[in-house]
């Protein structure tokens, strides 16, 4: 059965076979999201893509008073799911200077609910360690090969991994809690229509983890897809804090530095991957805006370890997107030693 065959069959199976049909814009990943009329959603996630972690994501969610979206039909073995349709109204789509605050006040505020509640069980660890590691193998695996064109040295994975460590060593004394890990405009929907923290809609949540608080709010404030005016991070970084007596201000400071330095380099290296195992050239377009705020997180103090670490190993002028030439010819045998 091909995969046209097999959604056609779950369509029917569940009375919506004649349902209009209409692709949405897809995300990063391998799944396609179908807008079916009726105000559903098809989510198209074939194996190895696993639909169970949103589905037990989602239940957390949905139970602890968020809007996130309902469930009509799934079939976790095709990796098939009909989902309640939330709308357009992507805070990356409608965000204007008017908005911005009220959007951003009412993100902050959904993110602090989402951090009191107990996480569910079960949880994968976004800890110092995966960190570390997802931010080397981007690095290491895919932008350095691309952009020198040999394989990295050991001493230069070995100079960033100890730096890394480092920076990110503080974040193992500090809470921790369940992170997004993809908090962004792109993710949020405007609910308006909803009250309190409802009014914000979450999607795309299946790669939660169990890590530090500051993750998400670097995720959100610090976005690399889209420009924020400062002032928007400051006020919302204020906001965060007030709403949470509980934690350090200092220490969260810190952290949310770390973490911002750690996402930049992790990210602007992905654009990367994306385009040379994935086929997906299209998201080099963030690679200048990530590889920029990858430069001013690292002039905190609290990124000074991988600010001198990247100083020895990566010149100023190479950072950035590698020239698409150089990828296009870029042996896969230097690529991809890790996923």
Known sequence: MTRDEAIAAFLRQHGHEAATITPLAQDA?????LRLSGGLVLMDAPPPEDITPFLRIRAHLAAIGLSVPG???????????LEEDLGDDLFGSILTPDNAAM???????????????????ALPAWNTTMMRDTALGTLF?????AAFGTPAPDDARQDVAAALTTMLA???????????????????LWMPNRTGIRRVGLIDFQGAALGHPAYDLVSL??????????????RAL??????????????????????????????????????VRDGKPQYLAYGPRTWALLDRALARPAAAPLAAALDHWVPQAKRGNPPLQTMAGADPAMMGRKA
């Open 29 to 33: 990943s391998f799944r396609r999201y």
């Open 238 to 275: 204020q906001r965060y804090c007030a709403a949470r007596p509980d934690q350090d201000p200092s220490a969260f400071r810190a952290a949310y530095d770390a973490c911002a330095a750690q996402r930049h380099l992790r990210v602007a290296c992905q654009w990367v991957r994306l385009a």
């Open 221 to 234: 404030m610090q976005d690399a897809r889209r420009s924020i005016n400062p002032t928007h991070e400051e």
């Open 141 to 145: 695996d895919w932008w350095w090969p």
């Open 170 to 188: 503080p974040l193992a004394a500090g809470p921790t809690c369940f992170v997004h890990r993809d908090f962004f405009a792109g993710n949020l």
């Open 71 to 81: 469930i009509v039909a799934a079939d976790e073995t095709q990796g098939l799911l």
């Open 103 to 121: 959007l951003f006040n009412a993100a902050v505020d959904t993110l602090v609910a989402i951090q009191r509640a107990a996480p569910p069980a």
